[in-house]
Structures are given as C-alpha cells and as structure tokens.
C-alpha cells in the first residue's frame, strides 16, 4: 500500500485522498521492480487524456491555426514537459524502481518522469473521471500554456529553413552513440550541413538528442 508521504502527495495532487490505492501505486511502480501491475497501461490511458484535455485548452483560448495548434500541443504533451511538470511537483519520490533502474537515475529520468506524470493522469481519470482529471491537467499545465512551450518553432524546422535560406542541402543527422539500459538509454547525435559544420548533443531519447543537436547547431552556426 501506499506509504503515508506518498498518500499526502497524492491528496495534495487530486485535492482529496486517493479512494483506490491499488491504482495509484500502480501508476507509481515502474516495470524494474517485477510487479506485474506497473503504470504502462495507465500511461497509455493518461496519454489520450492529456492530450484531448490540452487540445480542448488551446481550441478554446486562441485563434491559432490548425499547424499552430498542432505545434504547440506536441510541445505541451511531450516528455520533456511531462517531466519538467513531474520534477515541479517533487513527483520522483513517490516512484517505484527496481534497484537498476535506481541505480541508473531513474528518479530523474525524463522518460520515466514523463511517463509516471501521464500514468497519474490515467489513474485520475479512472477513479475520478474526466473533467476532475482535465482539472487537474489546467492546474499543472498553467505556467507551460501561459508561457513560451510551443510558441517557437521547432529546432529541426528552423535548422532546415536555416540551410535551405542560406542555400545549403537538408541537414543530416547520424546517431554517435547509444548507452545504458533501456530504461535510462542516452542517445548522442550529431547533424550536419554540408559546407558549414557540425554539432552533437545527447539526449534520453533519439529525437531529443537530434532536438537538441540542432539546438547546437543553431547556436554555433546561425
């Protein structure tokens, strides 16, 4: 069962204390430990809610366009987000590891962070229902919609603009390296524009290391 520091956080989080406990700490164990009740299928379910609860959001605040709309919603409901949300609310130490994913980091992992914060979601959404979940998703999602996540394009598609504006060819990518376990993989990147140089940069997933190797690329060259 739930230890009583993670009951407190979980009432903190869903405004009253959880009914199913079960169910939270299924959203809070991560597959390492060996349970055979770990949070992939509530992440699952979190996923469709946070995203149908963020795109609802941006329909209703804005004007933007469909590609504008659909930029901001990948922002908002990636990992990455997901994760810096998790490590506000002191998400990670309430998880369940295994002692290698422990040992790995896992507590501040952005794919286990990320994934835990959408298991909590789905959880949410199970005991609670849907707009008690979509609250809470308004709640944690305030400072991420009002601000700058999304607004800005991103850094592949600037770096490809980048090179076709200065008449060079697509930019390439190629994977350096990839570590660890699977739970805690690092992935380093490098990209390249034909003519003009190189950068790299490592990431917990192939994507965000080409995101953030582009990010280089731009600092260095643009």
Request: contains cysteine.
């Amino acid at each position: 069962m739930l230890s009583d520091p993670t009951r407190a956080f979980l009432a903190d989080l869903i405004g009253r204390p959880p009914r199913d406990e079960a169910l939270w700490l299924e959203a809070l164990t991560h597959g390492s430990t060996g349970h055979d009740r770990n949070y992939e299928r509530l992440e699952f379910l979190g996923d469709r809610v946070l995203g149908l609860s963020i795109a609802e959001w941006l329909h209703e605040t804005g004007r933007d366009s469909e590609g504008k709309l659909s930029q901001r919603l990948n922002a908002l409901v990636s990992r990455a987000t997901c994760a810096q949300i998790a490590r506000r609310i002191g998400l990670g130490a309430h998880m369940h590891l295994g002692k290698q994913a422990r040992d790995d980091g896992g507590h501040d992992s952005d794919n286990i962070l990320g994934d835990v914060m959408e298991a909590l979601l789905g959880a949410s959404f199970v005991e609670q229902g849907f707009d008690a979940t979509r609250a809470m998703v308004r709640r944690l999602w305030t400072d991420a919609i009002t601000g700058q996540t999304g607004q800005r394009k991103h850094p592949k598609s600037a770096l490809q603009e980048w090179a076709a504006g200065n008449r060079r060819k697509v930019p390439e990518y190629r994977l350096l390296d990839r570590s660890g376990p699977d739970h805690a993989a690092r992935f380093t990147v490098a990209v390249a524009v034909h003519g003009v140089g190189e950068a790299e940069a490592s990431g917990s997933s192939k994507q965000e290391a080409e995101t953030l190797a582009a990010e280089e690329f731009l600092r260095k060259f643009g």
